[in-house]
């Protein structure tokens, strides 16, 4: 999986897995850690990521934000 952190439009930072973003969060320094750490993490990789099972609800991806 290819995990990335890029600017937003609003300004935060979006965390991407696979191109798919999947969190937003103010901080680019704590954006590269949890990349870093999805990167790096000690837990087993053979278990499948939470988002390939689960879709998101719709009303989630129609929320404004404040930026």
């Not at 965390?15 to 750490?37: E, H, M, P, R, V």
């Amino acid at each position: 999986m290819a995990y990335y952190c890029e600017q937003l439009e609003n300004g935060r930072w979006g965390i991407f897995i696979n191109s798919t973003l999947i969190a937003t969060i103010g901080c680019y320094d704590t954006c590269q850690k949890i990349i870093y750490f999805l990167d790096n993490r000690l837990s087993n990789p053979k278990i499948p990521v939470v988002m390939e099972y689960y879709g998101v609800n719709q009303y989630f991806h129609d929320m404004k934000l404040r930026p």
